[in-house]
């Protein structure tokens, strides 16, 4: 599907985050617009921004739980518009803790809006699609954790991969009756939404009994942690939108948004293959970098990475490696698609071009004698590879997240890179910046002998 204009678009969970910015993408785009959410007074702000903006859009306040709410927005749309084009069963919530100790009104919750939402959409739309005999697509958001294997997120995982094989099975059943319906599945790993504050729009119907609570001082605290970390390296969602939208035009069904996504899928495609014991995502190298609190960069673990990932590393790759190391960072952009991008490792907001050759330059700059070293290096597919190295010199206070101080500095740092049609596409690194300010003395650093 390429053409959008004066087509009809359906978002569900439309008032903010994802399901927002692609509303607005569908008015950019010409297509007229059905907004569905359950919050109230976020969608009729919606409807309002986007009608001032020129774009024909009707706001439909829709629970995607109950069956009967979203016939009624199916309903509502055709007698508006005649047809549904593009179909996004987006609504999601997150909720619970163990298991075993999330409540059983949590799990109704978030299966309900999460799962059941996708169920009641695919329901009420697809057949109505289909007896349109017109090019259209469904795109369903799930979620990286609808991919990988971890402890937490238990319930939301549940829901997430019943989404992904919700999606699977109805692209391949698409196919199989030769339809012009098409079908993709989103699975964004951090976007910057505001995913911990779903309770706000929990009813009243589902909310814990007081002694079913799973909140406490110390839970509050670390969702707070959790907003603030979100707020600083989730991905912008209106980048999502713009892989969303090429993705349809690509007809590309899984919607990745970040690379470590693959190295997840990996690890349990192997687990399953071997059958042994599901390996967590968040505590499995290189993912794990972005969660524990210090980096060990240890020989042995180095050499164990390297003898698992024997593949061959593509030539654009050790180019890219080559020439960073040389702080060659004209050559490095050479190795770039015309529309590659650099996530910034400290915002994880996308560069590219003289954004990047300026960002590095100041980072080069931030150390007298500067010196790029390769800790490790290896293919985890034919088009991702993962690349940790360190940076050191003399700091002189320009280098992200360090104040100057002269003494000597180590500046540790992971990239993962990917390539398509022998370019690199896109990069996403980040630093170890809490390694940073213990190395400087600005933070107190684990007692010997703890575990990171």
Not at 101 to 127: K, M
Not at 173 to 195: D, W
Request: charged share 20%.
């Amino acid at each position: 599907m390429k053409d959008f204009q004066d087509k009809v678009a359906v978002v569900t969970g439309a008032a903010s985050g994802i399901g927002r910015v692609l509303a607005g993408k569908c008015a950019a785009l010409g297509m007229k617009v059905v907004l569905a959410d359950v919050e109230e007074s976020a969608l009729w702000q919606a409807e309002y921004e986007l009608q001032v903006s020129g774009a024909q859009v009707l706001a439909v306040r829709t629970d995607v739980s109950q069956a009967d709410e979203v016939e009624a927005l199916a309903k509502i749309t055709f007698e508006t518009y005649g047809a549904v084009h593009l179909l996004f069963n987006n609504a999601g919530v997150g909720a619970g803790t163990t298991v075993w100790e999330s409540s059983l009104a949590d799990w109704q919750w978030v299966l309900g809006v999460n799962l059941w939402g996708v169920i009641h959409g695919v329901h009420f739309f697809v057949p109505r699609m289909l007896a349109q005999n017109s090019e259209g697509y469904i795109v369903n958001t799930a979620s990286s954790a609808g991919l990988v294997s971890s402890s937490s997120l238990g319930m939301y995982k549940v829901s997430k991969h019943g989404v992904v094989t919700l999606s699977e099975t109805l692209a391949l059943e698409l196919a199989a009756r030769g339809s012009k319906l098409k079908a993709s599945v989103l699975c964004p790993e951090f976007v910057n939404t505001r995913i911990f504050d779903a309770e706000r729009n929990r009813p009243q119907a589902l909310q814990n009994a007081p002694q079913e609570q799973p909140t406490s001082p110390e839970m509050e605290a670390l969702l707070q942690t959790a907003r603030q970390w979100l707020a600083q390296v989730g991905l912008p969602p209106s980048q999502v939108a713009e892989m969303v939208f090429d993705a349809i035009r690509q007809e590309k069904f899984y919607i990745l948004t970040h690379p470590t996504t693959k190295y997840g899928v990996q690890l349990r495609m192997e687990d399953i293959l071997q059958e042994r014991t599901p390996t967590d995502i968040f505590r499995a190298p290189p993912v794990v970098s972005q969660f524990r609190r210090h980096t060990h960069l240890k020989k042995e673990a180095t050499q164990q990475e390297e003898g698992e990932h024997p593949m061959e590393l593509p030539q654009i790759v050790s180019t890219y490696i080559d020439a960073f190391c040389r702080q060659d960072l004209d050559t490095c952009l050479a190795t770039f698609a015309p529309d590659g991008t650099y996530s910034d490792p400290v915002t994880a907001q996308p560069l590219s071009g003289q954004a990047i050759k300026d960002y590095f330059g100041g980072v080069f700059a931030g150390f007298t004698d500067a010196t790029i070293e390769t800790v490790a290096v290896h293919a985890i597919t034919e088009d991702l590879v993962v690349w940790r190295w360190v940076i050191r010199g003399t700091n002189t206070g320009s280098n992200p997240g360090s104040p100057p101080t002269g003494r000597s500095l180590i500046l540790p740092g992971c990239e993962f890179i990917e390539v398509r049609a022998a370019k690199v596409q896109r990069i996403e690194g980040y630093f170890d910046r809490l390694s940073i300010l213990e190395q400087l003395g600005l933070v107190p650093g684990p007692p010997a002998g703890a575990a990171s």
